[in-house]
């Protein structure tokens, strides 16, 4: 098993470093360096997995299509990514990126908007290139797939960001899975998914029909970096335990500790969350950590998790089935495990 | 003279109404309304002068071209531009926002950066619905102008974030000037003239023609804005005069100011800059303010201003000189008096 994990990242680091090599290209080499373009590589030359690349440029291959094709698809994806990422760490207040200071931590709130900002218009310059590699019609489509991708994602982040500002504390995990829907879903796997196919088959791909698979794949995602941000964090980092818990992000451990506490734990947790991020104190977020544990908040996200994936499995023989055998097929199929079982 | 004003005034207000028409079909319908769609209409719906979207519409005319053809690219400007001013506005954290307090002063730094993420993506929509309006050339054309109006404005972000957050007391009038090209006059004169003309021209003028003319023209009107903050402010709002003064904003008062202070009142200046802004007191404002009474730097700068103003004038010659005579022709040439005779 440990060894199909191995192909796993190895395969998306391959495409990740193709994907690099473009957005090289596209960095741009010229004043304002300091405060600007400087700071644009920072993010993505942290390490990253490669998935939404990787699921798009795969996709693409398993449809026949060139890797050239879909590649500045692929690194426009992976622009808007950590665009949202710098944008969504200033948000949430977060302090460590891929263990890492955030970039507004270390250059100020001010410039981290802005270089976020400026990274999303490198995006749209990336996929105006597209023009000779795929075409007209291409490049307008996938233009219309980006534009909604964006707009599902910041729809998501004013979800998440509403219920924490307004401290929200009588969540479902319907309404947990209809914000990460829209917040890391369409993103994270269904447009990477969606635009590899748009592009593999030339247009005639019917495009929905990656919806169900790639939104399972997604969501189970998605869970696994909550519970990860929680354990995995806590071997690796200690002091950095939990970062979620501070910043009082709904994860659907919150939702189901919040759903399963005494009326007087509630309270408990529902008067931590009231309090501003820099009053929060390690010992309240360690007891919030043990009250998650008390209830199997972790496990109980895992299993959810392990579901969704067992979903997407299902749902991949329907949207992959009919393609001929491929090492990138084999490589999409092999994801839905491997973002389960990775600790990383 | 006042009734000259008067006209520009309705004019730029009438063109404004159609483009709010057109913004409140872009505005959606649907949740999140409460952290996302029911914030993003607030700034556009403050009064602001038009002038982005009217020297747009006003171009296309005076090219004999149609309002209808033009008005989606004007209204993706004007939304382009709100978006700017709300990360702006958290970026310089400043208070007020056309007389009411700014987006995250009454939402949260967080909700208020999602909700111009989400108008960028909402202009992005806007311009790939010119397709039906102009066709695949000029939309695509449009899109090319609006990539370089938002880069440069990203270009010209930083240097004025970096400026104040390292504290560069060292600037010349030059530097201002570059500066102000790529963070002002690029997405608030230049590009409207310019997809004015591009799209009343169906393609056939020559879009750098207008450069000179609206570089002009727009470091002129960031000049005046900059004057206004402080005598403007000054007279109405009392308590709020020189929120800029506060901000430490690199204005070309503040650095004719620090190019003509003795050393002991350079220190005292660059010592009151030093300081985060919470700390920085009114009587140190009122200090920096009475400075530049003292050194001329508002009265010098309303006379770079009209110097600026008069190089526009004559360059509008060579610029609109060739078109025949209209409404829309004189419309451009009078508010170029008239941005640096307002006194709002």
Known sequence: MQNSYTWVENTLNDYMLMVRQVLDDYFPDKEPRRYLYDLVPAYPNRAGKGLRPGLCIATCRAFGGSVRSVLRSAAAIELYHNA????????????????????????????????????????????????????????WLVFAEIEHMVR??????????????????????????RM????????????????????????????DSFNRFSYYMGAAFQIQDDALNLEGEHARYGKEIGGDIFEGKRT???????????????????????????????????????????YDCIKSARTTA?????????????????????????????????????DI
Chains 1, 2 share one sequence.
Request: aromatic share 6%; proline share 3%.
């Open 152 to 177: 599902e994602s910041v729809e998501g982040q004013a979800m998440e960001l509403g219920w924490v500002r307004d401290n929200v504390c009588t969540l479902s995990e319907a309404d947990y899975l």
């Open 84 to 139: 949202f990422l710098i944008h969504d760490d200033v948000e949430d207040g977060s302090e460590f990126r891929r263990g890492l200071p955030t970039m507004h931590k270390e250059h100020g709130v001010g410039i981290a908007i802005n270089v976020g900002d400026a990274m999303n218009v490198l995006s749209v310059r990336t996929l105006m290139d597209n023009l000779d590699a795929i075409g007209p019609t291409l490049t």
């Open 252 to 294: 659907l451990m919150l939702i189901h500790l919040l759903n399963s506490a005494t009326p007087r734990e509630h309270g408990r947790i529902r008067r931590f969350l009231t309090k501003p991020r820099e009053r929060r104190s390690m010992s309240e977020v360690s007891s919030v950590y043990d009250l998650m544990l008390k």
């Open 180 to 207: 990460i829907l829209k917040k890391t879903c369409w993103y994270t796997c269904m447009h990477p998914c969606r635009i590899g196919a748009l592009i593999g088959s030339g247009g005639s791909a019917d495009l």
């Open 306 to 342: 392990r579901h969704l994936a067992g979903a997407a499995l299902r749902e991949f023989h329907l949207a992959y089935g009919k393609l001929p055998d491929s090492d990138d097929k084999r490589l999409i199929e092999s994801i839905v495990l491997y973002m389960i079982n990775r």
